[in-house]
């Protein structure tokens, strides 16, 4: 089976075109990219040979642009939509994958123009315009909140499930502002890092390179030990070896401590779109799997009462609700779709 995923603009996104596509190609599918030139697309898959080709047209978003930048924007998805009913036709494309993000317009219009079946996943809370746009088309329709999705959970690399473990006390914690870091999660982890010295936890902390040296300074004025990095891409390592993380609400960081079974405190990122982030922590908090707690509330006040909370019940339900093969079944979907 010849398959296309196309979608990315954000790591959030282009982390399920990787679980999507890892699982593809271990079920002996081939399978192409169709991103943007704009976005993170060409740093996680230009030199990166799980797909057979990859393709980054000329895109930039639409929805946040105004007067002649949105006409331009609308006029160069329209140039990539004609590129890619021809690199779908060069292929014999039998099925898309959109993850979503700006960069899935083009090949998603074309596959439908084409009658090529086209499944989305959506990766946060809320639906993305594109995707809302987009659903009624589509061949399936794939979210971890909805409960009515007919595949259940969310696409995250292997090593997360295979080093997944309970927590049973609190050791260490991690801060994760997200790749370039969180002011407010910076400053809460600096409010609380005595008290964490005092208790024994260990801090690992990823502050984001335009923070990290102010960061650095506060932690030797404050002669607090603390594995610091500005961005790393070592994350899941840095999961595996916390018991409890304070962290943005971005999908994929949210998915990927709940398939580890680390329990976390998500600080949702303010001006997000629809307010996204909130919503992806909602589900978890509604779900008894992890807190939440908007910037403009006491953040301190809320993680000191959930330092003296046991761990080990919250870190079980994680491991219980996790679904390790989820890309699995949604490529299986897939091919299963052409057998009916």
Known sequence: MKLCITGGGTGGHLMIAQALVEAAVKQGHE???????SGQDRKYFEDRSAFSNVYFLDTTGVV??????????????FRAFFKSRYILKKHNIVATYSVGGFSAAPASFASISKRIPLFIHEQNAVEGRLNSLLKPFAARFISAYDKNSPIKGYPVKEVYY????????????????????????????LSVAQELKNRNIKIIHQA????????????EVLS??????????????LIKRADLAVSRAGASTLWEATSNALPALYVPYPHAAGDHQYYNARFIVENELGWCERESEDLRAKLL???DEPLKEKSK?????????????MIEDVQASFRC
Do not use: C, P
């Open 31 to 37: 399978v192409i990219f169709i991103g943007s030139t």
């Open 64 to 77: 946040n642009q105004k007067g002649f930048g949105k006409l331009k924007a609308l006029y160069k998805v």
């Open 162 to 189: 295979k080093d997944a473990r309970v927590r049973e006390s609190l050791e260490s914690i991690v801060f994760l502002g997200g790749s370039h870091g969180a002011k407010s999660i910076n400053d809460l982890a």
């Open 208 to 219: 984001g390179e335009r923070d990290y040296e102010r960061v650095k300074k506060e932690y």
């Open 224 to 237: 607090v030990e603390v594995e610091l990095y500005g961005f790393t891409k070592e994350l899941a390592s």
């Open 305 to 307: 009462s959930i330092l």
């Open 317 to 329: 339900k994680l491991m219980e609700y996790s679904n390790s093969d989820v890309a699995d079944k």
